[in-house]
């Protein structure tokens, strides 16, 4: 794996629990596979934290830009190695790493992208990906988040699915307030027998909190999706 040192441009504030931190590529080639992540830590730092890609390699290549969606401590800082960073904050990006990815060709006829929170970072990636490649294979996506003001980069997957390039379901989990007209809940049965049209003919791809990870493996396998046609990443035990 190579190490490229390169400094943050800048630190957007995408929902109340999650900044977009950009890196400056435009001096160093860094290839690598939608969904794939990277270590990354300051100059100062001996230890290195893995933070999924968000971008796809073409968006990366054609900005000279890397994203990394990087959720926010209860005290305002971002996690991990991170903490202290600022825009003009030099960082190492060791990577990439991971085999949370797309396959070379895609067997099935839908891709069914379900995203918990931050777990939307590696899917738009390979969300991106297949649609600038035009793949024929039908695109859905099943976005869970705790509040209304949690999905991140809802904008543009919104302007997908109003063009028909993508079917998207969103679902909260912790919110009561009466704006919110859509589903509610966590990512349960009848929240994949909505977005779910032909089971054996589906490929499946999870990111998000472990308990979403694992109930969601439960279910598709229950609904008729072959095991080998499920791909997850998790992490920790928060519940989205």
């Given at each position: 794996?190579?190490?490229v040192t390169v400094?943050i441009?800048d630190?957007?504030?995408?929902t109340?629990?999650?900044?977009?931190?950009t890196?400056?590529l435009k001096e160093?080639?860094l290839?690598?596979?939608?969904?794939?992540?990277?270590?990354?830590?300051?100059?100062?730092?001996?230890?290195?934290?893995?933070?999924?890609i968000a971008c796809?390699?073409e968006?990366?290549?054609?900005?000279?830009?890397?994203?990394?969606?990087?959720?926010?401590?209860?005290?305002?800082?971002?996690s991990g190695t991170l903490?202290?960073?600022?825009?003009?904050?030099?960082?190492?990006v060791?990577?990439?790493?991971?085999t949370?990815?797309l396959p070379?060709?895609?067997?099935?006829?839908?891709?069914l992208?379900v995203?918990g929170?931050?777990?939307?970072?590696?899917?738009?990636s390979?969300l991106?990906h297949?649609?600038r490649?035009?793949a024929?294979?039908?695109?859905s996506?099943?976005?869970?988040?705790?509040?209304r003001d949690e999905?991140?980069?809802?904008d543009?997957l919104?302007?997908?699915?109003?063009a028909?390039?993508?079917?998207?379901?969103?679902t909260?989990?912790?919110d009561?307030?009466m704006?919110?007209?859509?589903?509610?809940?966590?990512?349960?049965?009848?929240?994949?027998?909505?977005?779910l049209h032909?089971?054996?003919?589906?490929i499946?791809?999870?990111?998000g909190?472990?308990?979403?990870?694992?109930?969601s493996i439960?279910?598709?396998?229950?609904?008729?999706?072959?095991?080998?046609?499920?791909?997850?990443e998790s992490?920790?035990?928060?519940?989205v």
């Open positions: 794996m190579s190490v400094p441009i630190i957007e504030a995408v109340p629990r999650s900044r977009l931190l890196l400056d160093h080639a290839a690598f596979k939608p969904g794939q992540a990277v270590m990354v830590g300051t100059r100062d730092q001996s230890e290195r934290r893995p933070y999924s796809s390699p968006q990366a290549e054609e900005t000279g830009r890397l994203e990394l969606l990087i959720a926010v401590e209860p005290d305002g800082g971002l903490e202290a960073a600022r825009p003009g904050t030099v960082v190492e060791e990577g990439p790493i991971g949370f990815t070379a060709a895609v067997p099935a006829g839908w891709v992208f995203a929170g931050t777990g939307i970072a590696p899917l738009r390979m991106d297949l649609l490649r035009r024929a294979q039908r695109l996506l099943l976005y869970s988040a705790r509040r999905f991140a980069f809802i543009d919104r302007a997908h699915a109003d028909g390039r993508v079917e998207l379901h969103q909260v989990t912790r009561d307030s704006s919110w007209t859509g589903r509610r809940g966590r990512i349960g049965r009848d929240h994949f027998e909505a977005v032909e089971a054996d003919a589906t499946c791809f999870v990111c909190p472990a308990s979403l990870v694992h109930e439960a279910t598709l396998k229950a609904l008729g999706v072959p095991e080998d046609q499920i791909k997850t992490w920790g035990s928060e519940k």
